[in-house]
């Protein structure tokens, strides 16, 4: 799959095309259904597929101050959208130009111009120009006048009304990453490069692979039954600690995640950790020993909840 960015034209080959457009953030069951569809439109059609996302998400552009909720980076994006069947992603750099671009000219000149679209798919609360003043009638008004067609996609819902981002995000920040990987079809996974840490784990038994968690979403503090993907496609058990490590001085935030049996060198390698299961809160300990012994607990459990786990259908 192709990735591309709004500053320049689509090439050529990818013009004409039916353009999925929204934020994706999470590339939910929701979000699918619009990709969906445009994947289907452009069968249908013989003309190729695009995925257009923002980055970074209109949200952090406002509300720079705001706290982490990125659920998916770019990248992870970008493998979801080509598992969809995209042709291409592009990527449309969220920054005081784009903000400020009138919904009549973003229309004509972004879509049309930039993007060389035919056939645009979006959600029906789909938003867009400055002041968010276009909206899917305003979309579809305007395509009319410049041979762009439009198609908008009810949302997908469940018992819990309309699966959203915003629903994931508040399954997380609860602690309930099984929740989470229902309306994702996917476990929650956060991305990251393993760096060096201070190795207090290896002094009692528990060495772990630390990763910063960045823009990321910050899910409930506390200890995970996890797995991780490696950059060679293998995938293996862990538990994993999200939080501020309290036993240790200075605190940190980090997720921490040790990997049964597993002896390689992961350092500086680009590694996703998949949330299983909740099993218990950050804790503070008086002691390494105290610490090690419940450890001891932690990895057991996460062991008997993995053994027992069937990847969401």
């Known amino acids: 799959m192709e990735r591309l960015t709004c500053d320049r034209p689509v090439p050529d080959h990818l013009r004409g095309g039916v353009v999925a457009l929204g934020n994706f953030d999470g590339f939910h069951r929701g979000h699918q259904a619009v990709v969906g569809a445009a994947v289907a439109h452009g069968r249908a059609t013989g003309r190729p597929v695009l995925v257009a996302s923002f980055d970074p998400h209109p949200v952090r552009y406002f509300r720079p101050d ?53 056939h645009i798919v ?118 994993a600690n999200i939080g501020i490590r309290p036993t240790f001085d200075p605190p940190k935030e980090l997720l921490e995640t040790h990997f049964f049996d597993f002896a390689e060198s992961l350092y500086d390698q680009c590694v996703e950790i998949e949330l299983i299961a909740y099993i218990r809160p950050e804790a503070k300990f008086d002691s390494l020993d105290a610490l090690t012994a419940q450890m001891d607990k932690d990895c057991a459990e996460a062991k008997r909840i993995l053994a027992a786990y069937s990847p969401v259908a």
């Open 66 to 118: 705001a706290p982490p909720f990125r659920l998916t980076s770019l990248e992870q994006r970008a493998e979801l959208f080509a598992a969809a069947g995209a042709d291409a992603m592009l990527v449309f750099d969220f920054n005081e130009t784009l903000a400020n671009v009138s919904a009549e000219a973003f229309v004509s000149d972004w879509l049309v111009g930039r993007a060389g679209a035919a």
């Open 122 to 239: 979006t959600g029906e609360d789909f938003t867009f120009g400055k002041g968010r003043t276009g909206n899917v009638a305003v979309l579809k008004e305007l395509g009319a006048a410049l041979g762009l067609t439009a198609q908008a996609i009810g949302p997908v819902s469940d018992d819990g009304g309309p699966i959203s981002s915003s629903r994931i995000r508040a399954a997380l920040i609860a602690g309930d990453p099984v929740e989470a990987a229902r309306l994702l079809t996917r476990p929650y996974r956060i991305q990251g490069k393993v760096q060096h840490g201070d190795k207090l784990g290896r002094t009692i038994g528990y060495p772990t692979a630390n990763i910063d968690m960045d823009r990321y979403l910050r899910p409930k503090y506390g200890i995970y039954a996890v797995r991780g993907l490696l950059p060679d496609g293998r995938v293996i058990d862990g538990a």
